[in-house]
């Protein structure tokens, strides 16, 4: 039997086939509340004669475990929405959501409105990834989404921290560059608000200070721009660096441009070091040296907490290893 040939059956066309409410044909398809041992056989019975499938999102909606997962990202304009990084994530998250029949949507929140939390409040979401994480936003996390909230980047104690451990992974590239000689090392840092940026400055300011070093930091925003116009500061600043390390690739990729543009060979001159190894960096001439950053590890553990429902650890380290190339 059949409801009608243009389309399929629908979860009024059960119960009036089973001779039951739909509120309790809905208990029984979804599992959930009481319903006698002769109303789940009539039900299953019409679901058999009708070749009801039940919608997915519906579903949720009934559990209150709702049809989609926001990946939500502060910064400072909406240009962060065009992060590779942003898209990596929101691409891992997907893999991890659809066969639940889970969708993932992007989210931008302003860096001066970080409250922007509450307008995702809502039955349809099931979970929320935090993406460039700081103390306000955590702070911002309003109470009736604790449990359905995760961050890439820090976290609080109710809000568990997925990250890569960029502390190991920026130390064992600044020993790279130590040991293959260099002295005057120059860093070009990540945005001063981002505290998981701030790791690797302190992981940097440690080593030269044990190592009689010089400091020399340069503040940065993960960008190619940032890395071309820090090349010239460097270069003005302290003309006798030998290396500069960037917390991002493509802030590194910047440098060696700008080193490029003013004569200066990499690495003969000046070594240059990243972070991330992102797919381009073992293309360009010369080939990049920095550190693996697994962001879609990251990414779909950080999706899997959310749609299994069960607590995580507060925080979960993801490892970083040297990736030794020619730039230095």
């Given amino acids: 039997m059949t409801t009608a040939a243009h389309r399929p059956a629908t979860l009024e066309d059960v119960a009036r086939v089973a001779g039951v409410s739909r509120s309790t044909a809905s208990r029984v398809i979804a599992g959930t509340g009481f319903a006698s041992p002769t109303a789940r056989e009539l039900v299953a019975a019409a679901v058999d004669q009708l070749g009801y ?97 995760v961050s890439i980047g820090v976290g609080s104690a109710s809000v568990p921290s997925f990250d890569v451990d960029n502390v190991a992974g920026s130390e064992a590239v600044l020993r790279h560059l130590y040991a293959t000689g260099r002295r005057r090392i120059a860093m070009v840092a990540g945005p001063r608000w981002l505290p998981c940026a701030q790791r690797p400055v302190e992981t940097y300011r440690r080593l ?33 660096v030998d290396a500069i390390y960037a917390i991002s690739d493509d802030t ?26 992102i797919p381009l960096a073992g293309l360009t001439a010369p080939t990049l040296t920095t550190a693996s950053h697994p962001v879609g590890r990251i990414a779909a553990a950080a999706a899997t907490a959310l749609l299994d429902g069960r607590p995580a650890a507060p925080v979960t380290l993801f490892p970083s290893a040297l990736v030794a190339r020619a730039s230095a």
């Fill in 53 to 149: 499938v039940p919608n997915p999102a519906a579903r949720a909606l009934v559990r209150g475990g709702g049809v989609r997962m926001v990946v939500a990202v502060l910064g400072a304009s909406a240009a962060v929405l065009d992060d590779p990084y942003v898209h990596q994530v929101v691409g891992s998250a997907a893999r991890v959501c659809t066969p639940a029949g889970v969708g993932v949507a992007l989210h931008w929140l302003p860096l001066n409105d970080p409250g922007g939390l509450a307008r995702l409040d809502d039955r349809s979401v099931c979970g929320v990834i935090l993406v460039n994480t700081t103390e306000e936003l955590l702070e911002s996390v309003p109470r009736s989404l604790r449990g359905r909230v």
């Fill in 208 to 240: 030269m200070r044990q190592a009689g070093m010089p400091e020399r930091v340069l503040p940065g925003d993960f960008t190619a721009a940032c890395g071309r116009a820090a090349a010239d500061v460097v270069l003005r600043q302290w003309p006798d």
């Fill in 252 to 277: 590194a990729l910047g440098v060696i441009a700008g080193l490029r543009d003013a004569g200066v060979r990499v690495p003969g001159d000046v070594a240059v070091a990243g972070f991330d190894d």
